[in-house]
């Protein structure tokens, strides 16, 4: 029988590879977005910062503050990938999702991709990629192990046996670039040395076929069921790419997450209103296939860092949360 021996849940964001001196840039993108959602509701920019005028983000933005919050992100991000390669894994299930990169004209609510390769390299950010082309192993064993069991588990899969072009690479290259949520966690967590993996796309992001929250547990729940019932020997991780509240960063709403999230609340996080888990705070869901798989070794969740980063003067930018469980003697 299978063993999962390690869960992690970190964020993906494209700050993450830039100079703090550049985070402000990327708030052109939010003062230009009709729809941010925050607190159940979506805002105008203008809506946005005069409601949350008396919050003190300015004294946020300075470059000594986005120099030091860099700082603990990357010092974040050496420790989670300190804590990957001390697991020793076999094999790793990646939890992410689809931003408009491969599904351009459908939106599987959740597809697993089952082929035997994984492409990455240029033009994708050095961030997410290395500057060269790379192939990573995909492992079409589990995968179809995986399909076949959630299927029987009451899921309605997409199998995704090729990659479709990666739209956001500009030029498009010879290979399909794998969307950014791997990308980063190739990249960053396992330094581009990739185990055999099965990539997990829910589609959290766009209505009407967002799995609820109550879904996605269930999901976890029959995911782990799942790999328990695979006859190997293997070590398995599960990784989930993306969170916390973004892009509208809310650190009472992350910070109700992290506690659940600590404490395996599995009530609080169905309890909030679906309204909250929308736009990138939506792959909060991802993480609920780690949550379950932890719960059954009753391991403590390890928050490396909760280091809210922004880029505007209404509070946008993204709550990273580094957090992983390991347990023992495992």
């Known amino acids: 029988m299978a063993e999962i021996v390690f869960g992690m849940c970190v964020p993906h964001s494209g700050m993450l590879g830039q100079a703090p001196e550049d985070w402000l840039t990327n708030g052109e993108r939010d003062r230009n977005n009709p729809k941010l959602w925050y607190r159940n509701r979506t805002w105008t920019y203008p809506e946005l910062e005069a409601e949350r005028k008396d919050e003190g983000f300015e004294a946020l933005l300075t470059i000594e503050e986005r120099t030091a919050r860099s700082k603990r992100c990357t010092a974040a991000l050496a420790e989670m990938k300190a804590a990957y390669d001390r697991a020793n894994v076999d094999v790793v299930i990646i939890m992410g999702k689809d931003q408009k990169e491969i599904f351009v004209e459908m939106t599987p609510s959740i597809a697993i991709y089952s082929g035997a390769e994984i492409y990455n390299g240029p033009p994708q950010r050095a961030v997410y990629a290395p500057d060269h082309d790379v192939t990573y192993p995909g492992h079409p064993e589990l995968a179809q192990h995986l399909l076949v069991s959630l299927q029987a588990d009451g899921f309605d899969l997409t199998d995704l046996m090729t990659w479709p072009d990666n739209v956001w690479m500009k030029p498009l290259p010879e290979k399909p670039v794998v969307p950014h949520a791997y990308g980063f966690v190739y990249r960053q967590i396992m330094g581009d040395a990739v185990p055999p ?77 679906n309204r909250s888990y929308q736009s990138g705070t939506s792959e909060v869901k991802l993480y609920c296939s780690v949550l379950v798989a932890m719960q059954e070794s009753n391991t403590q969740m390890t928050l490396v860092d909760y280091v809210p980063c922004l880029r505007t003067a209404a509070g946008t930018g993204e709550g990273m949360g580094f957090m992983y469980w390991s347990p023992a003697g495992a």
């Open 197 to 273: 993996n099965v990539p997990i796309l829910m589609n959290t992001f766009y209505e009407p076929t967002q799995p609820s929250m109550k879904r996605s547990l269930h999901f976890g729940k029959a995911l782990v069921d799942a790999v328990k019932a695979w006859k190997s020997d293997a070590r398995v991780a599960i990784i989930a790419s993306g969170g916390l509240t973004h892009f509208v960063c809310d650190p009472d709403l992350d910070k109700v997450f992290i506690d659940a999230l600590g404490s395996y609340d599995f009530d609080t996080l169905e309890g909030i209103d």
